[in-house]
Antibody, heavy 116, light 112 residues
Framework: EVQLQESGPGLVKPSQSLSLTCSVTGYSITSNYWGWIRKFPGNKMEWMGYISYSGSTSYNPSLKSRISITRDTSKNQFFLQLNSVTTEDTATYYC??????????WGQGVMVTVSS | DVVLTQTPVSLSVTLGDQASISCRSSQSLEYSDGYTYLEWYLQKPGQSPQLLIYEVSNRFSGVPDRFIGSGSGTDFTLKISRVEPEDLGVYYCFQATHDPFTFGSGTKLEIK
């Protein structure tokens, strides 16, 4: 069974970088595409970007200058880094697999608060 | 970016009745390969979103046949027949045809 698990700090200071890890079990990240999504307080959801089976990336232009998605295939993990965060980056962050053209498996999410 | 306009914002339904949610796109969601990457998700309270429907009308593994997706081009609908208590939560449409991918604003389903 495919399982994803996010991890990382729950509190980040403004202007610092947010770094999260998605650990995947039951499936290799060298297949398919792997994405990051966030849900803001309220219901708004935002697609952030993905890393492909080959390591290529695509980012939401709204974040393009601040976001980086990388991976470690030996650990079957992929990572999110978001630079220069502000309070508007406070959200629950999810990682997910893109399969069947859809986000078919999700992590449980990690809540990140940006505050001094 | 593609804008997905989802209506209604909230829905209160009696158990056993039907619910219907609309998702309209600012552009056609048919991809060059002929597929339409319009999906529906349900986020139950305290849980991650879960995939219900992919490519407009295909139910994901384990999803009851009470969930029916339909539509084409720019106009899509999710119908839930015979609503059950476990159906409550927030429903989202999502498109993966045009990069950046985008979500609808969500529809909160409550049980009367």
């Amino acid at each position: 069974e495919v399982q994803l698990q996010e991890s990382g700090p729950g509190l980040v200071k403004p202007s610092q970088s947010l770094s999260l890890t998605c650990s995947v079990t039951g499936y290799s990240i060298t297949s398919n595409y792997w994405g990051w999504i966030r849900k803001f307080p309220g219901n708004k959801m935002e697609w952030m970007g993905y890393i492909s089976y080959s390591g290529s990336t695509s980012y939401n232009p709204s974040l393009k200058s601040r976001i980086s998605i990388t991976r470690d295939t030996s650990k079957n993990q992929f990572f999110l880094q978001l630079n220069s965060v502000t309070t508007e980056d406070t959200a629950t962050y999810y990682c997910a697999r893109l399969g069947l053209g859809a986000l078919d498996y999700w992590g449980q999410g990690v809540m990140v608060t940006v505050s001094s | 970016d593609v804008v997905l306009t989802q209506t209604p914002v909230s829905l209160s339904v009696t158990l056993g009745d039907q619910a219907s949610i609309s998702c309209r796109s600012s552009q056609s969601l048919e991809y060059s390969d002929g597929y339409t990457y319009l999906e529906w998700y349900l986020q139950k309270p305290g849980q991650s979103p879960q995939l219900l429907i992919y490519e407009v009308s295909n139910r994901f593994s384990g999803v009851p046949d009470r969930f029916i997706g339909s539509g084409s081009g720019t106009d899509f609908t999710l119908k839930i027949s015979r609503v059950e208590p476990e159906d409550l939560g927030v429903y989202y449409c999502f498109q993966a045809t045009h990069d950046p991918f985008t979500f609808g604003s969500g529809t909160k389903l409550e049980i009367k």
